[in-house]
């Protein structure tokens, strides 16, 4: 729930609209003559609201979930109005109490791998934590809680989650917080394209079931939602090691000290890595919090300590289960051992400076990185966006990033990635090998078209459970570079390579030119020769960029031509900024290493300075390319208000990329102003867009077609007046509460 205080500032003269507004809508109308001893002046609204709550039997009244402005991250605040004994209409003040949802939220996000997730409602079906909502940790002021009907439907399926005439689907059970499971489902599940930003891929025909219960003692239910495919994670606990086992480094490498140490390479001013330690001749492990049996104490305490965790990797000890009193769930260390001997292979920085880092995020949360660094306690591959853009792409195929400034401080980087699926502990047998599709894990294969993993390597079906992903991060100069060099050797003569000018054919002047542009799979620019010459800083004029920022036209007609599609979907916890976007010019004041972000979670401060940031919910507009129709290539012919072009497209072979060139004649462009041109770029290119708020009695749900009433509140216990008559005086400070407004607010 929230309050609604709606604040004007004006003159007398303008008392009758607001004034009107209040009175005529069951509120309260309160002129503030100065902002001196405010809560003397409010006292009697303050009492109203006391005794409204008090009145409808909530004692203890819950907030909705938001930031603390103190740095305690996401916060409840349970308060009470105290009234005095003697006298029950004396509102003495109010009690309140927060707490923090850190463990809540560590609980339930920790648990997801696959398919599989929990989620945390409250009792008028609002999302609070969900994996396609933002952690704590990266919400922004004024976050936005959406129904969860947003979040679990695609067109109104699975109906055993809600249905409108239903009293017993999982939705309404979880708001009367009742306990229990469903019956298995067939529908479809979401799976994120990248960031939030980025939208879901929505898979149809997985078999799942719904397990919920409530928080006791408060306004909140839970589920988990387990597929069926995922209850068929391999387990690797049982394996107890190699016969010789390789040193596995812990990531708090400036910890190593003596012989042990001497084996890291350790360096802190190695070119290109921004005086972080890094170590040369090691790869190092960490673990995310979700690794743990108690993820909340690893985040915040600092333990277990460094000693702890470098016996755990190196001895073959057993790890009893989190029931047992264990430190880590089954199948992490196995994992670090299993990846080890991979590492091995990685290029070294010394010889080779391309590749900034190479790693290896694994569903479990295990995260092998090279060269070895330290990295924040709260950091999990698998909420990155590379993780789950490699994992809702085709199984066999590379996924490449747009640019983006690397959170180690390399600067500009992209992102190579690739699924890595799990094996199968058993051989399947002939009947389960037998059909010509959706085969298992282990039969034979000649196309992964055959496969129910969709991935057929080396003759055989891979596992459809993913057991992490594996990528570099690739300097953005060097990719550039080579990017740049094969296009040219592609090119059909040196006149026509990338970037080069030449005569127009139908003027002689020299305004004609050939640009070549990498695509991925989101019409994102992974490669434009001017990428490479702007400053990090400014990371909104290369990050994320879309092709219809600067080829408007060209992204209309792939859409006419079927090779592109426009999807829209809401984003509910965008950010939005309260003054306009400028690139940075300074590190003054950010976290620039692991070590200090630890110490910011560990202690909860210092107070965090003012943020331009705000949460808002968008409208996210895409123009995502349709791979498949792209592998033969398509050359088109424009002509209008951008120019006269002749673009060509293909698609990269066994990658989410295209590559884009276009020859340009701007003879007739006009140099100052192209305002037309300028509407094509603006209409056709991907973004968000803040929507409205709505309030609880205007809004009508679109899936669930429920009324979002304002909860009543009790009438005024003293009348509501204004001044309708013109007068002019100096401003006053003019609080307006619409009571008849407020309520339970959904947005």
């Not at 979401?190 to 003692?217: E, P, R």
């Not at 190695?270 to 090691?282: H, M, R, V």
């Not at 919910?617 to 592998?631: G, S």
Request: charged residues 20%; glycine residues 8%.
């Amino acid at each position: 729930s929230a309050t609604r205080f709606v604040r004007v500032m004006v003159d007398n003269e303008g008392e009758a609209l607001p004034g009107k507004l209040a009175c005529d809508n069951n509120g309260v109308f309160i002129k503030l003559p100065n902002a001196v001893n405010i809560r003397s002046q409010m006292n009697s609204y303050y009492s109203y609201l006391a005794r409204s709550a008090k009145d409808n039997g909530e004692v203890t009244r819950p907030t909705s979930p938001y930031v603390d402005l103190q740095g305690l991250g996401r916060v409840i605040t349970l308060s009470q109005p105290v009234f005095n004994p003697n006298d029950q209409s004396e509102l003495l003040g109010v009690l309140g109490v927060d707490a923090v949802l850190d463990d809540m939220e560590a609980a339930l996000l920790d648990e997801q791998f696959g398919l599989s997730y929990a989620f945390l409602i409250d009792v008028s079906g609002r999302a609070i934590i969900h994996p396609r909502l933002k952690p704590s940790a990266e919400l922004v002021d004024d976050p936005i809680y959406p129904d969860i009907t947003d979040l679990e439907l695609n067109n109104a399926e699975p109906r055993e989650f809600f249905r409108k005439t239903s009293s017993t689907d999982v939705l309404s059970m979880m708001m009367d917080q009742r306990s229990g499971k469903s019956a298995p489902i067939i529908g479809p599940r979401a799976q994120l394209k990248g960031s939030l930003s980025d939208g879901v891929v929505w898979l149809n025909g997985i078999k799942f079931t719904y397990y919920y219960d409530s928080v006791k003692g408060t306004d909140y239910s839970f589920a988990f939602a387990l597929t069926e495919d995922d209850k068929l994670q391999f387990d690797l606990e049982a394996w107890t090691g190699p016969d010789s086992m390789t040193y596995n480094y812990y990531h708090e490498i400036e910890k190593y000290t003596g012989s042990v140490a001497s084996g890291l390479g350790r360096q802190t001013s190695f070119p290109g890595y921004n005086q972080l330690t890094i170590a040369l001749d090691q790869s190092t492990v960490k673990f995310s919090p979700k690794s743990f049996c108690d993820p909340t104490h690893y985040t915040l305490s600092g333990d277990p300590d460094f000693s702890q965790m470098d016996a755990f990797l190196n001895s073959n000890v057993s790890n009893p289960s989190c029931k047992e009193g264990g430190l880590a769930i089954p199948g992490v260390r196995s994992t670090a051992w299993l990846t080890q001997p991979i590492s091995n292979s990685w290029p070294n920085p010394r010889t080779d400076s391309r590749f900034a880092w190479i790693y290896f995020g694994a569903a479990n949360g295990m995260w092998r990185v090279y060269p070895g660094a330290r990295w924040p306690r709260p950091f999990d591959p698998t909420t990155r966006a590379w993780y789950h853009r490699a994992v809702s792409s085709k199984p066999d195929s590379l996924a490449l990033s747009s640019v983006y400034l690397d959170g180690g401080g390399v600067g500009k980087v992209v992102t190579l990635a690739q699924t890595v699926f799990e094996g199968k502990p058993s051989t399947p047998s002939s009947s389960e090998c037998s059909p010509m599709t959706g085969k298992l894990g282990g039969c034979a294969c000649s196309a992964s078209n055959q496969c129910q993993s969709n991935y057929c390597y080396s003759g055989s079906c891979s596992n459809p459970q993913v057991a992490g992903v594996v990528a570099t991060d690739i300097r953005y100069g060097d990719f550039a570079n080579f990017a740049k060099a094969s296009l040219d050797m592609a090119s059909r003569s040196s006149t026509l390579r990338c970037g080069a000018k030449y005569a127009c054919p139908s003027t002689g002047k020299m305004n004609c030119s050939t640009k070549c542009i990498l695509l991925n799979d989101a019409a994102e620019i992974v490669f434009d020769d001017s990428f490479k010459n702007i400053v990090d800083g400014d990371t909104r004029a290369y990050q994320q960029v879309p092709l219809g920022t600067m080829y408007g036209n060209i992204m209309y007609d792939l859409l006419q031509q079927g090779k592109a599609k426009r999807d829209i979907f809401t984003n509910h916890q965008g950010t939005c900024q309260r003054s306009p976007y400028s690139a940075r010019v300074s590190q003054t004041g950010i976290i620039l290493t692991a070590e200090e972000e630890d110490n910011f979670y560990a202690k909860r401060g210092p107070i965090p300075r003012f943020q331009n940031n705000f949460g808002c919910e968008k409208d996210e507009i895409q123009f995502n390319l349709v791979l498949d129709n792209l592998v033969s290539p398509l050359k088109r012919v424009l002509r209008g208000p951008c120019g006269n072009q002749q673009y060509s497209i293909v698609m990269v072979n066994n990658t989410n990329l295209v590559l884009l060139a276009i020859e340009e004649d701007l003879s007739n462009i006009n140099p100052f102003f192209n305002f037309n041109c300028r509407i094509y770029n603006y209409a056709f290119r991907s973004g968000g867009f803040q929507k409205q708020e709505q309030v609880c009695a205007t809004e009508i749900h679109s899936t669930t077609g429920v009324d979002r009433v304002c909860k009543p509140v009790n009438n005024p216990l003293f009348p509501c007046s204004y001044n309708a008559a013109p007068t002019m005086f100096v401003p006053q400070l003019v609080l307006l509460m619409l009571l008849g407004f407020i309520g339970y607010i959904s947005v």
